[in-house]
């Protein structure tokens, strides 16, 4: 199985931050990468698609980079909203795996 | 408009069965596969199963292959997740999603349920 590895996995940050965060495959992917946002009691919900494609109707300070093994997710300027766990996921080969979260805090 | 209503969980002894309903419409089971995604208490997302649009090709990950069964029914657009010889382990909130890949491109879980949760204890 391909593992992803996420980091950090909790930052703490203010309004008006630029946010990073890291996902590293075990293995090549390509870009069959995915990036979600969960929210307490809510089902995740899809940002990214295809390592850098921006999902319908996300805002655009949500970006992601990266090929292969490393990728990216930055959020340019957090907002209220954005507080949330977000996860890696690769669909590059079976079974799709996730990364282990990283949660963004309120500084 | 997208929707995928679940439905199904509940309290379940270790040894027994459960079945899951994810009720969707707004596209075709014809045109995306779907998944079943789960995440215990506190814990992360986990991969649980797959059905590609076919309706065909069928895949579980290793802790659940040989007790769980993905299906679907398209004249009533729902797609279930039989579970039996049920685990402590397996406790958790299951998700199914609708899923996007073509030989080229792979799109995301780009609508989930609002997710069912199941408890396996005595």
């Known amino acids: 199985d391909i593992q992803m590895t996420q980091s950090p996995s909790s930052v703490s940050a203010s309004v008006g931050d630029r946010v990073t965060i890291t996902c590293r495959a075990s293995?090549?992917?390509?870009?069959?990468l995915a990036w979600y946002q969960q929210k307490p009691g809510s089902a995740p919900k899809l940002l990214i698609f295809?390592?850098?494609n921006l999902q319908s109707g996300v805002p655009s300070r949500f970006s992601g980079s990266g090929s292969g093994t490393d990728f990216t997710l930055t959020i340019s300027s957090l907002q209220p909203e954005d507080f949330a766990t977000y996860y890696c996921?690769?669909?590059?080969?079976?079974?799709?795996?996730f990364g282990g979260g990283t949660k963004v805090e309120i500084k | 408009e997208v929707q995928l209503l679940q439905s199904g969980g509940g309290l379940v002894q270790p040894g027994g069965s459960l079945r899951l309903s994810c009720a969707v419409s707004g596209f075709s089971f014809d045109t995306y596969g779907m998944s079943w995604v789960r995440q215990a208490p506190g814990k992360g997302l986990e991969w649980v199963s797959n059905m590609d649009g076919s309706g065909v090709n069928t895949n579980y990950a290793d802790s659940v292959k040989g007790r769980f069964t993905i299906s679907r029914d398209k004249s009533k657009n729902t797609l279930y997740l039989e579970m039996s010889s049920l685990r402590a382990e397996d406790t958790a909130t299951y998700y199914c999603a609708k899923e996007s890949t073509t030989k080229t491109n792979y799109y995301g879980m780009d609508a989930w349920g609002q997710g069912t949760t199941v408890t396996v204890s005595s």
């Open positions: 996921q690769q669909a590059n080969s079976l079974p799709p795996t």
């Open positions: 295809g390592s850098s």
């Open positions: 293995q090549g992917i390509s870009n069959w």
